[in-house]
């Protein structure tokens, strides 16, 4: 209970920790991109909100899991975006993306599958690492074996 | 696949090898055969030749076979008068008997290795007889010219040579007619057997195994003592007592206890008193007899009584009037005498009625001391006493009587006769560098320099223990003539290496299953011959501890060398005895590799005889080196490697390492996948 309370705590301070520091970051691309996006940055916040649900719940020393989802997340948003950008950044750009099924598809599943590989990339690597160790651990017993018949059992200690 | 853990050479292979190994050297040649010439006939023994040294057997010369001969064979590991034994091989004098061959010979049935002498048999009966008969004194020119001339003639030689004889007396000389042959001198120690009154005191004073074994001023006493005895045609002294006669002579001197009693022809006196002096310096040597049998005459006045004082010393029951007296009063009384050693009676009674002021402070410088004197430096102290009292004497210690020179000879028979105490005491005496104290005492002469020399090294060798040193290597370096005594070459007469290691290869058919092919005796005969200073060690081995004291490899490298010295011959048996004992060395290597190549070496090294090439593998090559320092660096890579295997298999790690990797992948993909996205659509978009 009480090490439950610790690690609730501590989260929580991570979280705060984390909000000063990005808070400034945000704030310095903001602006330029109001600018230049103009209704575009609305596209923008709207299409990255999975990355900034993912900012709000991943603790900082997990970073790897927030740049990924992303990653992933501006893939998806980057196409519409560029074309709204390219219409003039106006409202009726905006609305008439945001009113495609695909569009929605397209931004979160993108997300979700940053969400997926950040998933699945410990087990994969799992399973290459063992491939190699085993590899490794059989050519050391190798060498332990011809030790062993080099020395005899005193080799052993 | 061969099992590597398999030794590829097993005792028993050297084993069988040596079952049917024949050795092509072997000592002694034919049974009963000396040299091929002379047949001993061990069935018919001559007692009255015998000693307690030698057995005396006929003898018959091939080549001459009426020949009266006789054959000394010499017991086993007893020492040889072998600076006599050389000289008299080319020695001849019509009164003496000579010395036809010696030499090493397989005797009797079990054919035994000894050391044979064949010499000519005397004809006629040893004075003895006729002293015994009594009543028949024999003219002073018949004397002179029978007896006294040829030996005189005899000692004459022998002094040129360096030799003496010692065993002059009645029992040894043979008459024949009108000539005498006088008998052997090499079936003994010198003077082992002598009677007391054919001795002079400072002899008579010596257990009778501690003589010096040059002794010529004895042999011309021996020589005035036989003309007395037969001067007066019977033997004076028969029924007196060795101990009150020995009293007699120290108070009262030679000439006076032996001579004066009796009414002896004129013309003999001036030989008696140059012969029968207390003073062996002042004593007729054999070119002065020469001269005075050819006529020349001296006049010499009576020699002085012994006596110093008019007051005698009281002690042990009886008065000492002179400083010889006291001190074989002391040693005899041995006990009683180290107390009195710090009651300053002796110097006082020195200074006062002897008027030997110097002999009185150095007594006192020897006795005094600030601190109190453990007991054995009192033993010490009173057998310094006793040299300084009568220097001319033997070392007396405890129950030792010895001369210097012989002190040698006593330590060898000390050790055969297993007489632990002797040895001790001897031991003692060579440690306390009695030898060097008594040489002190002496006037310096090139034979005491020599000696002192000897002694000095010995006794270095004496206090190292390793193999090779010790009371042993004393043993050897004070009696160069003396066979090697190790148990293990029983019934094997060796004086030289190359005899050794005939010896060794022979016994290898016998002994390799069950014994080391060395010991202590061996190994310090080895040391003596080639004059090792330094111990023996194996450096290339010191870094093991378990091979840094094997005996085994001291030998081995001790044998090399012998082999080297006595010429690289091979010996076939002696090296399989050797790789019998060296095999289990082979088992304490770690390396199999090494090891199956030194097995392999260890075969062809064998097969070829040569304990030099064993050596080489098993000390030279440092394999035993090299395969312990390789043997530490592989343990530490097993157990590194087992560490690195213990933790690839740990799961905890691999999946925090694959978390780490996972992600970190992930993130790459992603930015890739970003990047690639951004540059397709901003190509697609303006043409780029």
């Known amino acids: ?157 | 696949m061969a099992d590597t853990h398999e030794p590829i050479i097993r005792q028993e292979e050297f084993l069988a090898f040596l079952k049917g190994y024949s050795p092509e050297r072997k000592a002694g040649g034919e049974r009963d055969m000396l040299a091929g010439r002379w047949r001993i006939l061990s069935n018919q023994p001559l007692p009255e030749f015998s000693s307690s040294y030698a057995k005396a057997y006929v003898a018959r010369d091939e080549k001459t076979p009426d020949a009266s001969l006789y054959a000394l064979v010499f017991d086993d590991g007893v020492p040889l008068r072998q600076k006599n034994i050389n000289a008299l091989k080319t020695f001849r004098h019509p009164a003496l008997v000579s010395l036809l061959g010696e030499g090493v010979a397989q005797i009797g049935p079990t054919a035994s290795t000894r050391y044979v002498a064949v010499l000519e048999k005397p004809a006629g009966i040893p004075l003895t007889e006729m002293l015994s008969r009594k009543g028949n004194p024999i003219p002073e020119s018949l004397l002179i010219q029978q007896f006294l001339r040829p030996l005189s003639e005899i000692l004459s030689g022998f002094a040129k040579m360096g030799i003496s004889h010692n065993r002059i007396n009645p029992g040894n000389i043979y008459l024949s007619g009108s000539t005498i042959v006088l008998g052997d001198c090499i079936s003994e120690p010198s003077g082992f057997s002598q009677d007391i009154l054919f001795e002079p005191i400072e002899r008579m004073l010596t257990m009778p195994r501690g003589k010096a074994d040059f002794a010529s001023s004895a042999d011309c006493y021996a020589v005035a003592m036989l003309a007395l005895h037969l001067a007066l045609g019977f033997s004076p002294f028969a029924q007196s007592v060795k101990e009150s006669l020995i009293r007699d002579i120290l108070s009262n001197g030679a000439y006076h206890t032996l001579v004066m009693p009796w009414d002896v022809p004129t013309g003999l006196q001036d030989f008696f008193r140059g012969e029968l002096g207390d003073s062996r310096r002042d004593r007729w040597d054999a070119l002065t007899i020469e001269s005075w049998l050819t006529g020349r005459r001296y006049n010499l006045v009576m020699p002085s009584s012994s006596r110093e004082t008019s007051r005698g010393f009281e002690f042990g029951g009886e008065a000492h009037f002179n400083r010889k007296s006291l001190a074989h009063g002391l040693w005899s009384n041995w006990k009683q005498a180290l107390p009195m050693l710090a009651d300053n009676r002796i110097p006082r009674w020195l200074k006062i009625h002897a008027h030997k002021q110097d002999t009185a402070d150095t007594i006192t410088r020897l006795t005094q001391s600030s601190t109190p004197l453990t007991p054995q430096q009192e033993e010490e102290a009173l057998a310094r006493v006793i040299i300084v009292l009568d220097p001319s004497g033997p070392i007396r210690f405890r129950q030792i009587s010895s001369a210097v020179e012989g002190l040698g000879a006593q330590l060898a028979y000390a050790l055969i006769a297993e007489r632990h105490e002797d040895v001790h005491t001897l031991m003692q005496i060579i440690d306390a560098d009695l030898s060097g104290f008594w040489m002190e005492q002496q006037k310096a002469s090139p034979e005491h320099a020599a000696l002192a020399a000897k002694l000095q090294k010995a006794r270095n060798h004496i206090r190292m223990k390793g193999p090779g040193f010790g009371v042993e290597r004393g043993l050897y370096d004070l009696n160069p003539g003396l066979p090697c005594l190790s148990p293990l070459l029983e019934g094997h007469h060796v004086t030289t290496l190359a005899e050794m290691l005939t010896a060794l290869d022979t016994l290898s058919t016998q002994k390799a299953a069950t014994e080391d092919a060395g010991d202590r005796h061996i190994a310090a005969f080895i040391a003596s011959r080639l004059n090792l200073d330094k111990e023996l060690r194996v450096p290339e081995v010191q870094a093991s501890p378990s091979l840094k004291a094997n005996f085994t490899l001291v030998m081995l490298k001790l044998l090399a060398k012998a082999q080297h010295k006595a010429g690289d011959t091979p010996f076939k048996g002696l090296t399989h005895w050797l790789a019998i004992k060296l095999l289990p060395l082979l088992g304490g290597m770690h390396s199999r590799v090494r090891q199956r190549k030194l097995q392999a070496d260890l075969r062809a090294a064998v097969t070829r005889g040569s304990i030099e090439e064993l050596a080489d593998m098993f000390i030279s090559s440092a394999s035993f080196d090299a395969d312990r320092r390789e043997f530490q660096k592989a343990s530490a890579d097993y157990a590194e490697r087992k560490k690195r295997i213990a933790t690839l298999q740990g799961t905890t790690g691999l999946s925090h390492q694959a978390s780490v990797k996972g992600h970190s992948v992930a993130q790459s993909i992603a930015y890739s996948v970003c990047i690639a996205t951004v540059y397709v659509t901003l190509k697609a978009c303006f043409r780029l």
Do not use: C
């Open chain 1, 1 to 157: 209970m009480s090490t439950n309370l610790q690690s609730t705590s501590s989260e929580a301070a991570d979280i705060q920790v984390k909000r000063k520091k990005t808070l400034p970051f945000v704030l310095m691309f903001s602006i330029p991109a109001m600018v230049v996006l103009k209704m575009g940055f609305f596209f923008l916040i709207v299409g990255m909100l999975p990355t900034l649900l993912t900012m709000a719940l991943v603790r900082h020393s997990k970073s790897y899991v927030v740049s990924t989802v992303a990653a992933f997340n501006f893939t998806g948003v980057f196409p519409d975006l560029l074309s709204i950008s390219l219409e003039g950044g106006t409202p009726r750009a905006v609305l008439s993306h945001l009113s495609e099924g695909t569009i929605w598809f397209s931004m979160y599943g993108a997300a979700m599958l940053g969400w997926a590989i950040v998933w699945l990339s410990p087990a994969i690597a799992m399973l290459f690492l063992e491939t190699i160790y085993r590899g490794r651990i059989r050519h050391m017993e190798h060498l332990q074996k011809k030790l062993e018949e080099e020395w005899g059992p005193d080799i052993k200690g």
